[in-house]
């Protein structure tokens, strides 16, 4: 029996959902998680645990294999180490997502809140290069030392303002880490794909999740699954921000590089960017005869040089500059860019750009632009053959994800509640796509519900 439950003590993201629910039990959902939120002694250990452990012979407990995830501090790695040492439980670790929208539209804000991310990166490895150290010195490996229990990492909670790529060098930080410290590899989970709104960003959510972070596997991407046409009656028209349209322009001029099926759509993709960022007067920057490109041979023409502009992201100066101090940690994560970003001068350039267009669209005041249900009204391509694409798309990132063999972790009853779907049959994922997908709990205390009863649903 697998079984993956996620707490996460402060819940900003779920403020916003909560606001947001249309689900009948919304209000005991919400009135059940401030309960156990304002309670000093978690619940979980007692509440939860009984429900996966069975009595073995002479009264020796035996549990299946159950994971915990959490926020990075090293405090609640504490505490969990020390509370479930009885227990076959292992750990995932979370980073924190974007719980606003003006901290990725505002350059600097997104700056403040990755370089908060880079603190947490370096206190947590400070912590388990200590704990290392203790262990050899006591000469005497322990298995359920406290290292030896973190199995993964991954980011959740709201997802819609953060896209996978703005963790790219953690993740990669923590693959090396874990291969240099422990000689074993890490594996790694993203939430993506479940509480979007337009269907194209729970595709492009799932797609940069396997594409900049190799994860193992994906939280809930029920997108996958999502009957879109049937989705768009409900959401034919959603507005995102100018600066969230210019990355999901790229990504789908990326797509149309990348993949056969989708190279016709090529030429219409490359227009709609140069009208965009022709709106902001920054057309010069794809122009095949601008400087920016001709320094950046053999990037020579516009398609080359906006795929290139792609695969950058994640690539943020200021993030390098700093692993140019002293120590281990600093060495290991320039290592990681040197990895990541193999080309690291030309990643440089390329993130000056994405910076620039970033810092100039992300705090304008134009209006928003609205996905009908791909692209702008003003892309000139019809509805239905937008719609086209979007089956498409869908097609490929399903191909995508079994040819890697990707799991796909999917909590029924949390589905249901998070996703507002009327009916367990109406479960995107369950019985209805040939995905490797484990049926999990997700926050069982909260959703009230246990592993028997989810694999009884499913």
């Not at 227990?87 to 606003?100: A, G, P, T, W």
């Not at 269907?199 to 996958?224: D, K, P, W």
């Amino acid at each position: 029996i697998y079984a993956s439950i996620s707490f996460t003590g402060e819940y900003k993201g779920l403020k916003y959902m909560a606001k947001n629910f249309k689900h009948p039990i919304k209000k005991a959902y919400q009135e059940k998680r401030e309960v156990l939120f304002k309670r000093k002694d978690d619940p979980i250990i007692s509440s939860t645990f009984s429900s996966y452990t069975t009595s073995g012979q002479e009264g020796e407990r035996d549990s299946p294999y159950i994971e915990i995830r959490f926020s990075l501090e090293k405090e609640p790695l504490k505490y969990w180490h020390e509370k479930t040492k009885e227990f076959n439980v292992y750990f995932i670790l979370h980073y924190q997502k974007i719980d606003e929208p003006t901290k990725f539209n505002d350059y600097y804000k997104l700056k403040k809140f990755l370089l908060k991310q880079w603190n947490l990166t370096q206190d947590l490895y400070i912590f388990l290069v200590r704990e290392i150290e203790k262990e050899r010195r006591r000469g005497k490996k322990q298995k359920n030392a406290i290292f030896n229990r973190i199995v993964g990492f991954d980011a959740a909670s709201v997802e819609y303002w953060t896209p996978p790529w703005l963790y790219r060098v953690f993740f990669g930080f923590w693959k090396l880490f874990f291969k240099l410290f422990l000689k074993k590899e890490l594996l790694l989970t993203f939430h993506a794909g479940e509480d979007f709104v337009d269907i194209a960003t729970g595709l492009r959510y799932v797609y940069e999740s396997v594409y900049f972070l190799n994860v193992h596997r994906l939280g809930h991407a029920m997108s996958l699954g999502v009957a879109i046409e049937k989705y768009l009656y409900r959401y034919s028209r959603v507005v995102v921000r100018p600066i969230v349209y210019f990355y999901h322009l790229l990504w789908l001029h990326h797509l149309t590089v990348e993949y056969e099926e989708l190279s016709i759509h090529n030429k219409e993709i490359l227009q709609e960017i140069e009208r965009f960022l022709s709106n902001y007067g920054l057309q010069e920057l794809i122009d095949p005869l601008s400087d920016i490109i001709q320094q950046n041979s053999p990037l020579k023409n516009s398609s080359l040089f906006l795929n290139s502009l792609y695969k950058s992201l994640g690539f943020f100066d200021f993030l390098y500059d700093k692993t140019f101090q002293d120590g281990k940690f600093h060495i290991i994560f320039n290592k990681t860019f040197s990895q990541e970003f193999p080309d690291i001068l030309l990643a440089m350039r390329l993130n000056k750009i994405v910076s620039r267009i970033h810092r100039e669209i992300g705090n304008s005041s134009q209006e928003f632009e609205a996905l009908v249900p791909l692209l702008s009204n003003s892309s000139g391509i019809k509805r239905e053959k937008q719609i086209k694409i979007l089956y498409k798309i869908q097609e490929v990132l399903i191909e995508l994800v079994n040819t890697k063999r990707i799991f796909i972790e999917s909590c029924p009853s949390s589905n249901i509640i998070l996703y507002n779907i009327s009916s367990f049959l109406n479960h995107p994922l369950l019985g209805k796509r040939n995905l490797l997908t484990t049926i999990n709990t997700d926050n069982p205390l909260i959703v009230g519900t246990n592993i028997q009863l989810e694999y009884a649903i499913a």
